[in-house]
């Protein structure tokens, strides 16, 4: 069955594109492949959202991912903007979302678990739109 490639970019690949490509493994590997990269790279990914993830989730980031640059993902289906407050980075792809959503790097835990709530909410319903046929600009 084929499954659509989906890219979550920002412009460090640092965090929300990261926890978006660790849940997106984690919640929707039946449904398409999840990356995550940027324009720019971090040494390392944000220690909250890897200390969170695990938590929450019980998935270690550290050893299933590493900071990327666009360049370095395959031809992807779909690109999902995380919502980088600036110009974000144009990736060619097929269909198109901007889930606007805060940087909480340097926030309170609790100000995290909202943006990883609705990483989670936005990928079980991106999840749903593709299972359901949903974007036209997949169907073959």
């Known amino acids: 069955m084929y499954k659509p490639k989906v890219a979550f970019i920002c412009v460090h690949n640092s965090c929300r594109s990261q926890m978006a490509e660790a849940l997106g493994k984690h919640l929707a590997n039946d449904v398409f492949e999840s990356y995550s990269a940027g324009t720019e790279m971090k040494p390392q990914i944000n220690q909250d959202a890897v ?3 695990k938590e ?13 640059l666009l ?8 690109v999902i903007k995380m919502g980088c407050n600036v110009i974000c980075p144009f990736l060619p ?3 198109e979302e901007d889930w606007g959503l805060d940087d909480p790097t340097g926030k ?6 909202k943006i990883i709530s609705e990483i989670e909410k ?7 739109k593709v299972k359901n046929n949903q974007i036209k600009e997949l169907k073959k």
């Open 51 to 53: 200390r969170l993830i």
């Open 56 to 68: 929450i989730y019980n998935i270690d980031m550290e050893k299933t991912q590493k900071s990327k």
């Open 71 to 78: 360049t370095e993902l395959p031809e992807i289906d779909i």
């Open 93 to 95: 792809s097929k269909y």
């Open 108 to 113: 309170s835990d609790e100000e995290f678990k």
């Open 122 to 128: 936005k990928i079980n319903e991106l999840s749903q």
